[in-house]
């Protein structure tokens, strides 16, 4: 049986007044119009204020934002409706051809000064999976869902991702995802809380009988772009990863929910992969895998195509799953570095903050920041590992070790936890500069002590007292401040 969380309602349903296949009316244009000038419009639920009091966090924890990430969005200079392309909003209309056309229009309209609008009107939109294109707003208005058909045998395949060399499941290619970007630049993916529904349940049926033949696709991929924003939507029922930058810069993805139910395979939240200089706030995250991870490619070919992940911002994140709240890996062949996090709530979990890789990885882990955290339910307080994940092929080097360093854990405080913590380096790598500060974990009878080895680094003001190796260094005067 799922432990899935229920997901918000869309308000704003068709009322049978309303036409499906309408463009725009003139107060939805204003409407839009002015999001465009200004900020998108906060989702009804789940926004930024509901998380706010999810979370406990003052009117000051509030201010940062991503507005140093995310470009202000554009007034597009076009209008084209995914209707006047000639899709159907009924549920039952396969909109390939339609998404396709109108994606071509928008190529053709590369004049348009500020770019075009695909606006997606109210109704169940089916479709196979589809490309964007630069200089576009794909929008959903209250009450568009977009959604992926169940038909598998003709999703196409792609080559699978240099920094990876293979499929992340099994060799070969890997399936197109949902909604796929690739060399793109200024792009919003936004709308009044419309939702992206992968309807991924016979991508997971395939992935338990063992009957894939390629690799899951995800919902929505962008590949070596720069410029973008996701904003006010809800994500649901990936096959795979749900939200995949992979060679990007300049990411800001703000105020989205992202839902599965907590025993759909690998469906993690936000996976920021090779990137740089992106933001992830004000989201409600709740899945059948880690809510964000961070990763760089996988083992020889990660350290071959050489681009790191680093200049990350992650805040004010509420979510549930059985895996990782917040993660790094396993897979950081390409290094990932200059990471803050803050200001997470998190409940009933597997592993609260898990940082992950293994031998053969190379690369390293380093200036990792994490702090304002409150984990209500985990098996782990908080997971530093040097054995985790597989590997591409046998053609890996297993001396080639990651460097972990300089990784701070700070004022976090958990209840319900059944272990607080295990951090287990390398024996030829030990992870230095791992500093505990303000850690409280508390458990509903007796809590398991904190486990470690080939580590070295600081602890101050941790509950249960911490393992030998966090005490007895001297000099931590780096964790102090």
Not at 86 to 99: K, S
Not at 116 to 124: C, H
Not at 400 to 413: A, F, G, Q, R, Y
Request: include cysteine; glycine fraction near 12%; aromatic fraction near 8%.
């Amino acid at each position: 049986m799922s432990n899935r969380t229920e997901g918000p309602k869309i308000h704003g349903a068709l009322t049978r007044h309303q036409n499906i296949n309408s463009t725009p009316s003139i107060h939805q244009r204003a409407a839009i119009s002015r999001t465009d000038k200004a900020t998108m419009p906060r989702p009804r639920v789940l926004g930024a204020a509901l998380l706010l009091l999810l979370s406990g966090l003052s009117a000051t924890a509030a201010q940062g934002t991503c507005s140093g990430v995310a470009p202000t969005p554009p007034r597009r200079g076009a209008w084209v409706s995914l209707a006047s392309a000639g899709g159907r909003g009924d549920g039952r209309t396969l909109n390939t051809a339609a998404f396709a056309r109108a994606v071509a229009r928008i190529e053709r309209r590369r004049g348009a000064r500020g770019g075009t609008l695909l606006y997606v009107p109210p109704g169940v939109w089916l479709t196979g999976p589809f490309n964007l294109t630069s200089h576009m707003t794909l929008f959903l208005a209250r009450g568009a869902v977009i959604r992926a058909t169940q038909d598998t045998s003709n999703w196409p395949l792609i080559d699978p991702l240099p920094s990876y060399g293979r499929g992340r499941e099994l060799p070969g290619g890997r399936y197109m995802s949902f909604i796929q970007g690739n060399g793109l630049q200024d792009v919003f993916i936004t709308g009044e809380n419309g939702t992206i529904d992968g309807q991924g349940s016979v991508w997971w049926d395939m992935w338990k009988k063992r009957t894939l033949p390629f690799t899951r696709p995800h919902l929505l991929e962008l590949m070596s772009s720069t410029d973008v924003t996701i904003s006010n939507l809800v994500f649901q029922d990936s096959p795979f990863w749900n939200i995949h930058p992979v060679y990007c810069s300049n990411i800001a993805i703000t105020n989205v929910t992202v839902l599965a139910p907590h025993d759909s395979p690998n469906t993690d939240g936000i996976d920021l992969d090779s990137s740089s200089n992106v933001c992830i706030e004000d989201c409600y995250i709740s899945t059948g895998d880690d809510l964000i991870s961070i990763k760089s490619g996988w083992d020889e070919y990660g350290i071959s195509f050489g681009r790191p992940s680093s200049g990350i911002t992650v805040r004010r994140i509420t979510g549930s799953g059985p895996f990782a709240g917040f993660a790094i890996g396993s897979e950081t062949s390409g290094g990932v570095e200059n990471v803050q996090v803050e200001h997470l709530n998190l409940f009933n979990m597997g592993v609260g903050i898990h940082i992950k890789t293994n031998s053969g990885r190379g690369g390293f882990i380093r200036n990792i920041t994490v702090s304002e955290v409150t984990l209500d339910g985990a098996r782990y307080g908080v997971r530093i590992s040097g054995d985790v994940g597989g590997h591409p092929d046998a053609s890996y080097n297993p001396n080639v070790l990651p460097v972990v360093d300089s990784v701070t854990i700070k004022n976090v405080w958990g209840q319900n936890i059944r272990q607080a913590g295990l951090i287990r380096g390398i024996r030829n790598s030990v992870f230095s500069h791992i500093c505990l500060s303000n850690v409280k974990f508390h458990g509903a009878a007796s809590i398991g002590p904190w486990k470690c080895r080939a580590v070295s680094g600081g602890a101050l003001d941790v509950q249960p007292s911490p393992c030998t190796e966090l005490t007895s260094t001297s000099g931590t005067g780096f964790c102090s401040g």
